[in-house]
């Protein structure tokens, strides 16, 4: 059976290093072995709308002056609206729209953090595709090791996620909240061996399925926190990170995490321990981009 293609072109915010965000995915676990990764192209799949379809990303501009092409494929006819959708999805998940010029003015006047712009510049946050795939990565991997957190995302996609075959490789898309809200809780149960945060993951299902992702989005932030921490098994810590890596919003920072608190103690501090005030003050002088700050420190401290 023929597929069907479509292409479109996406203009990132400069600087833009696409060669960086394909490095952090990488070495990104939650995600690791979804996609195909190549020196300048990036291949996933995607469901929107019950449809499934593999994107190919490919950087034909330069880090000073960016051009993303990009390339749908789906085994039924792809409307205006799916590729409309998509190339919004695209986007979104790269931050290209992301301003980081801010940032890096700041960033210029922090000595101790000057290896980490040197490394990472030009790179924007990858986040995950789609903030209820972060979501339920949130649940599943609570208090959970990451190999065990790995396979039960990977169980759910096989189950409830479509898939698209291209050039002999299977690409699986992590499942829409709808359908997983569907499903019934003795399955749940069974996939996620944990009474409770199956619970959980049914529950941030259902209410991803009728949230308006434009409010997540662009919402004032204290709604959209509120909003998060109503769906059962989302706390603090977990809508904080949502925030950050499925929406992209840099105004609240989760500073009470192990590995942003040993980089920055070896970075900052010689290595020792730096207390919550101290961590604080530090995110603190990048006020609006602290967000990027602890991001980058994240990732290339």
Request: cysteine-free.
């Amino acid at each position: 059976m023929a597929q069907h293609r479509v292409t479109g072109q996406l203009k990132p915010v400069p600087p833009f290093d696409f060669t960086k965000s394909l490095e952090f995915l990488g070495i990104f676990s939650p995600t690791m072995g979804e996609q195909t990764l190549e020196e300048q192209s990036l291949t996933k799949a995607i469901s929107s709308g019950g449809q499934v379809a593999a994107f190919t990303v490919r950087s034909v501009g330069s880090v000073k002056d960016p051009l993303l092409e990009y390339k749908l494929v789906s085994d039924e006819p792809i409307g205006d609206d799916l590729q409309q959708k998509a190339a919004d999805r695209i986007g979104f998940y790269l931050s290209i729209n992301d301003d980081l010029i801010p940032f890096y003015t700041i960033a210029r006047q922090d000595a101790a953090f000057a290896p980490v712009l040197q490394r990472l510049y030009g790179y924007h946050q990858v986040k995950f595709l789609t903030p209820f795939e972060n979501a339920a990565w949130a649940i599943v991997s609570q208090r959970n090791p990451m190999a065990v957190a790995r396979k039960v995302k990977v169980k759910l996609t096989e189950r409830y996620g479509g898939s698209i075959i291209i050039d002999g490789l299977t690409y699986r898309a992590f499942p829409e909240a709808g359908v997983l809200a569907s499903v019934p809780p003795d399955e749940l149960i069974e996939i996620v061996k944990h009474e409770k945060k199956a619970e959980y993951l049914r529950s941030a299902a259902e209410a991803f399925a009728r949230a308006d992702e434009q409010f997540l989005r662009t919402g004032k932030y204290e709604d959209v926190e509120a909003w998060l921490l109503g769906i059962k098994g989302i706390g603090p810590w977990s809508a904080t990170f949502i925030m950050l890596r499925g929406l992209g919003r840099m105004e609240r920072i989760p500073l009470s995490e192990g590995r942003l608190e040993g980089v920055a103690a070896a970075m900052y501090n010689e290595g020792r321990p730096l207390s919550p005030a101290e961590l604080e003050k530090l995110a603190s002088r990048y006020g609006a981009e602290a967000g990027h700050w602890v991001h980058y420190l994240r990732v290339g401290g």
